[in-house]
T-cell receptor, first 116, second 115 residues
């Protein structure tokens, strides 16, 4: 079974609107971390936001928020007020276990296009 | 903000040649990683390295791959005899491994093209 599933290969959003990128995960470990990364066309991986499995509140970082629904095993990324510079690939990732040095599992990504 | 530096940013090599991809992790980090992303696909774990030895490796990381921390600052990935299917973006990452929030720091990647 896939550890991370991103079901939206591509998304379009109008500039200044909000968009939700879906991510579901699969783990039996009670301790895990969920991450979102942005990959622009230049290729680098830019960390956006982190959610720990024991965190009570949904994580927020500026225009990014993570809609964490533990029972449903989903960790959707919400980008508010989309900007043209948000056009990129977005990857959801998970690190299992309590150790901060464990490997990451990545999803297949969602390509977001922001239209002017 | 501290960065993970990878060189070169792009390398073209002939099939069968050896390549070395170089990374300078963040100076106080203790854990080092290589990941691979074939064009248009997901990022995949290759290997993790701690205390001068491999701590975990994936099925992808076969005998043609090796890693080394030759001088206490660089962290290298060597591919002994490249194949066409090794063409990919290779990401180095490092982690302090402390109980801090968040993930690793990734480098900006080396795009390897095998011709």
């Amino acid at each position: 079974a896939q550890k991370i599933t991103q079901t939206q290969p591509g998304m379009f959003v109008q500039e200044k609107e909000a968009v939700t990128l879906d991510c579901t995960y699969d783990t039996s470990d009670p301790s895990y971390g969920l991450f979102w990364y942005k990959q622009p066309s230049s290729g680098e991986m830019i960390f956006l936001i982190y959610q720990g499995s024991y965190d009570q509140q949904n994580a927020t970082e500026g225009r990014y928020s993570l809609n964490f629904q533990k029972a449903r095993k989903s960790a959707n990324l919400v980008i508010s007020a989309s900007q043209l510079g948000d056009s990129a690939m977005y990857f959801c990732a998970m690190r299992e276990g309590k150790d901060n040095f464990n490997k990451f599992y990545f999803g297949s990504g969602t390509k977001l296009n922001v239209k002017p | 903000e501290p960065e993970v530096t990878q060189t070169p940013s792009h390398q073209v090599t002939q099939m069968g040649q050896e390549v070395i991809l170089r990374c300078v992790p963040i100076s106080n980090h203790l854990y080092f990683y290589w990941y691979r992303q074939i064009l248009g696909q997901k990022v995949e774990f290759l290997v993790s390295f701690y205390n001068n030895e491999i701590s975990e490796k994936s099925e992808i990381f076969d005998d043609q791959f090796s890693v080394e921390r030759p001088d206490g600052s660089n962290f290298t990935l060597k591919i002994r005899s490249t194949k066409l299917e090794d063409s990919a973006m290779y990401f180095c990452a490092s982690s302090a491994g402390t109980a801090n929030r968040g993930g690793y720091t990734f480098g900006s990647g080396t795009r390897l093209t095998v011709v």
